[in-house]
């Protein structure tokens, strides 16, 4: 079941676009504008030191997010089957 609920978090995350809200592009743009300004104060080896952190936490995060997507079904799952069971 994991399998198919890993299988199933991939096609979202490839096939279903999720268009942002405009507070969330504002914070984006924040976001991105606050970077550049810090980056431009770094030197050539902390910019690499600073993209694997960048891509490590990156990482961590979309792991973070595939666990919780499948905990949440399987929650949501047995929620359902207990509501309709327990009668």
């Given at each position: 079941?994991?399998?198919?609920?890993?299988?199933?978090?991939?096609?979202?995350?490839i096939?279903?676009?999720?268009?942002?809200?405009?507070?969330?592009?504002i914070?984006?743009?924040?976001?991105?504008?606050?970077?550049?300004?810090?980056?431009?104060?770094?030197?050539?080896?902390?910019?690499?030191?600073?993209?694997e952190?960048?891509?490590?936490?990156?990482?961590?995060?979309?792991?973070?997010?595939?666990?919780?997507?499948?905990?949440?079904?399987?929650?949501?799952?047995?929620?359902?089957?207990?509501?309709l069971?327990?009668?």
């Open positions: 079941m994991r399998k198919d609920l890993e299988d199933l978090w991939n096609y979202y995350l096939e279903v676009p999720i268009k942002n809200t405009k507070k969330e592009d914070l984006i743009k924040k976001y991105s504008k606050s970077e550049d300004k810090f980056r431009s104060k770094l030197t050539d080896d902390q910019i690499i030191f600073l993209d952190y960048d891509d490590a936490v990156s990482e961590r995060n979309r792991i973070n997010e595939r666990h919780a997507f499948i905990k949440g079904i399987m929650f949501a799952t047995r929620f359902i089957f207990q509501a069971y327990d009668d």
